[in-house]
Each structure stands twice: as C-alpha cells, then as structure tokens.
C-alpha cells in the first residue's frame, strides 16, 4: 500500500513563507505525476501545483504561479510546495495526490493516491 503523508503547515503572517512536504512511502513507489491540491472552507478543491514525476514537467494555477514552486527528490519519494509571498486567500488545507499512470488533464488526473492533508493559515 502506498501512502502520503503532508507535513509542513502552520500559521503565518501574509507575506511569509511556507515549505510543504508530501513523502510518498510503502515498499515500492512508482508515480506518474504528483500534484499539490488545496481547500478553504466553502471553497472547491483546486489544484494549485503539480509535477511530473520523470521529467520535471510543472503546471501551476494561475493563482499561485510565481508564488509557489512544486519539486521532487526522486531519492526520497518526496514533493516538495515552497510558497512565497503568501495571502490570507491561500488559507487552506493543502493535500497531495499521485497518480500511478498517465494523467488526461492536470486538474482530473486521475490520482490514485491521497493524503491526509496539512493546514496552512495565512493572517493578516
């Protein structure tokens, strides 16, 4: 069984700085792509970042490009979601997903894995 767990959350004042970690664990992990999705409280689910997990391919949301960087450490089986510049709007809380084989569209996927998620909340 594969699982993921997120750490890295926490509160922050807007304009700060947050590193998440999703690490990827079981016996064996193979993964197409990885992809960071977030959710505030009346809010979908949107994803904000993801990653192929070969190549390096990046797709970031509109609302976050030049803020948030996605990467791997293909050593460790870990993603990595450095967010800069953060907003009261990025409160959420921040799952990752994984997919085993090829994805149709960054947003659908589909993922095959899931984590449990880590709160980020960013104050005024």
């Known amino acids: 069984q594969v699982q993921l767990v997120e750490s890295g959350g926490g509160l922050v004042q807007a304009g700060g700085s947050l590193r998440l970690s999703c690490a990827a664990s079981g016996r064996t992990f193979s993964a197409y792509a990885m992809g960071w999705f977030r959710q505030a409280p009346g809010k979908e689910r949107e994803l904000v970042a993801g990653?192929?997990?070969?190549?390096?391919?990046?797709y970031y949301a509109d609302s976050v490009r030049g803020r948030f960087t996605i990467s791997r450490d293909n050593a460790k089986n870990t993603v990595f979601l450095q967010m800069n510049s953060l907003k009261p709007e990025d409160t959420a809380v921040y799952s990752c997903?994984?997919?085993?084989?090829?994805?149709?569209?960054?947003?659908?996927?589909?993922?095959?894995?899931w984590g449990q998620g880590t709160q980020v909340t960013v104050s005024s």
């Open positions: 990653v192929q997990w070969m190549v390096g391919s990046t």
């Open positions: 997903a994984a997919a085993r084989e090829y994805i149709t569209t960054w947003i659908s996927g589909p993922y095959d894995y």
